[in-house]
């Protein structure tokens, strides 16, 4: 079992800049990837930013550019340091780890974002 928690969450003007933090904690050694994921109401989850086996790193094209996803392995911690924040970026965001090879999926909580003036 896995524990996901995120935190960072809250209101930011237009421009500005949040860094999200997902601690995992339980039977993280076999953890497959860590993804961000995002859900604005009325729309469908959507995934933000991942990191694969540790390594390689994905983006949705929206993010490209502004948000960068991290990992500190001591602190079993993943961020996603947000740049350059618009108003379309408003959602809860969601923190999924996958491990066993992305047989077992875990979802946190999610902490509300909102962008706006």
């Known amino acids: 079992q896995v524990q996901v928690v995120e935190s960072g969450g809250g209101l930011v003007q237009p421009g500005g800049s949040l860094r999200l933090s997902c601690a995992a904690s339980g039977s993280i050694s076999s953890t497959y990837s860590v993804g961000w994921y995002r859900q604005a109401p009325g729309k469908q989850r959507e995934l933000v930013a991942a990191i694969i086996s540790g390594a390689s790193t994905n983006y949705a094209d929206s993010v490209k550019g502004r948000f960068t996803i991290s990992r500190d392995n001591a602190k079993n911690t993943v961020y996603l340091q947000m740049n350059s924040l618009k108003p379309e970026d408003t959602a809860v965001y969601y923190c999924?780890?996958?491990?066993?090879?992305?047989?077992?999926?875990?979802w946190g909580q999610g902490t509300q974002v909102t962008v706006s003036s």
């Open positions: 999924n780890v996958k491990t066993n090879y992305g047989i077992l999926s875990y």
